[in-house]
C-alpha cells in the first residue's frame, strides 16, 4: 500500500511540475465526462413520467435534461482530449529534460556497464508512452469511482437492494489489479532479454556493423537468435495471459 502512495504522489507531482494548469483542468474535464452520463437517466424518468401523464411539458423537460447532459458529455471529452494531448506534450518535455540530467550528472562512465543501471534505463525505455501521461490513470480512476457513486445513488432511488449490484464487480477488479502487476513484474524480469533483442535488431539493420556482418556472413545467425530469443519472450507473456484469465474465473 505504501508503494501505491508513493507511485499516486510521484505521479501527481510529475504532472503538476510539467503544467499545473492543463493538470487540474484535464482531472476536471475527465471527471465530468463520466459523472454526467449517468445523469441521463433522470431526464429519461422525467421524459417517462411526462409520456405515461400525458404532460407534454414534463416530457419535454426529460427531452432537453438528456440532450443537455449529453452535449456536456461531449464537450467535456473534447475539451479532456486537447487538454491531455497538450499536457501530455510538456509532461514529455519535464521527464526528457529531467532523465537527461539525472544520466548525466552521474560521474563517470563506469555505470554504462552495469547490468542494473542498463535494465534501468531499458524499463524507462520501454516504458516511456506511460510516463508520458501520469495524470490520466489518476483522472480516469477519480471519474470512473465518482460515476460508480453517481449510479448507486441513481439505483437507490429506485429500489436500495439495487445498491449492492455494482459491488459484485469488486472480485474483477482486484483480479484485474493483480493481473497488472504480474505483467509489471514480467516486465522487470525480462529486461535484460528486451536489451539483448534490441541490441539484435541494431546489429541487422544499423550501418556500422554492416560489414563484420557481410564479411562473416553472420546474417542468418543473428536472425536466428533474435527469433528465438522473440519466440521465448512470446511465450512468456502467453503464460501469463493464460494464467491471468484462468485466476480471473
Do not use: C
Amino acid at each position: 500500500m505504501r508503494e501505491f502512495f508513493r507511485g499516486v504522489k510521484l505521479m501527481l507531482t510529475v504532472s503538476w511540475r510539467a503544467d499545473r494548469l492543463r493538470s487540474v483542468f484535464a482531472a476536471l474535464t475527465a471527471t465530468g465526462q463520466y459523472v454526467v452520463l449517468p445523469l441521463r437517466a433522470l431526464g429519461l424518468k422525467v421524459l417517462t413520467d411526462g409520456v405515461v401523464a400525458h404532460d407534454s411539458a414534463h416530457a419535454v423537460a426529460g427531452a432537453a435534461m438528456i440532450v443537455g447532459f449529453s452535449a456536456a458529455n461531449r464537450l467535456m471529452a473534447w475539451a479532456s482530449l486537447n487538454v491531455r494531448m497538450r499536457l501530455r506534450e510538456h509532461t514529455q518535455l519535464y521527464l526528457d529534460t529531467h532523465l537527461m540530467g539525472l544520466t548525466a550528472g552521474i560521474p563517470g562512465i563506469a555505470h554504462h556497464e552495469l547490468p542494473e543501471y542498463l535494465d534501468s534505463v531499458e524499463r524507462l525505455r520501454m516504458e516511456r508512452p506511460y510516463l508520458a501521461n501520469p495524470f490520466n490513470p489518476i483522472s480516469w480512476t477519480t471519474a470512473s469511482i465518482l460515476q460508480a457513486a453517481t449510479v448507486v445513488l441513481l439505483l437507490a432511488g429506485v429500489s436500495p437492494l439495487l445498491m449492492l449490484l455494482p459491488f459484485f464487480g469488486i472480485p474483477a477488479a482486484v483480479a484485474a489489479a493483480h493481473a497488472e502487476q504480474r505483467s509489471i513484474d514480467l516486465v522487470d524480469r525480462q529486461a535484460e532479454h528486451s536489451r539483448v533483442l534490441r541490441h539484435l535488431m541494431d546489429l541487422t539493420t544499423r550501418p556500422e556493423p554492416a560489414k563484420e556482418l557481410r564479411i562473416y556472413g553472420l546474417a542468418d545467425e543473428l536472425l536466428t537468435r533474435r527469433a528465438q530469443l522473440f519466440d521465448e519472450l512470446e511465450s512468456e507473456h502467453t503464460r501469463q495471459s493464460v494464467g491471468n484469465v484462468a485466476r480471473s474465473n
